[in-house]
């Protein structure tokens, strides 16, 4: 589902899940490519038991990530991997014109999303 909201007369493309394909997917790993379309933000979520290792592939990512409030950013060509402990609410979100792809290593545990709602 994508939502659009408009922030400073910018237009953000809310979605509940970027476009993705799976390359491993075992019971303690889930290793995927992910897509973000121009200005798409992904919901505040977090993970009980599995870590988020993001490597950004083409475009510029934004992980955004609460107590401490925080945000880094991702370009594609840079070796710089952001991990996301399990319990950490944070998101994922595209601030330019062109698509955002990433690598996401999830490992750790049993794989699940709980949506934060603040």
């Known amino acids: 589902m994508v ?12 979605s509940e899940a970027p476009a993705s394909r799976v390359l491993v997917s075992d019971a303690g790993t889930l290793v ?27 475009g510029t990512l ?6 401490p409030d925080a945000t880094f950013e991702l370009r594609a ?11 950490q609410v944070h ?4 601030p330019g014109s062109q698509l955002a792809t990433y690598l996401l ?6 794989y699940d999303f709980k949506e934060d709602g603040n």
């Open 3 to 14: 939502r659009s909201r408009f922030r400073n007369g910018v237009g953000l493309v809310i």
């Open 32 to 58: 995927r490519i992910l897509t973000l379309a121009s200005y798409e933000v992904g919901p505040w979520h977090w993970h009980s038991k599995v870590s988020d290792q993001t490597l950004c592939l083409e």
């Open 62 to 67: 934004l992980i955004d990530i609460r107590a």
């Open 77 to 87: 060509g840079s070796a710089r991997v952001i991990e996301v402990p399990a319990g």
């Open 91 to 94: 998101r994922v979100r595209n």
């Open 105 to 110: 290593i999830q490992h750790g545990g049993l």
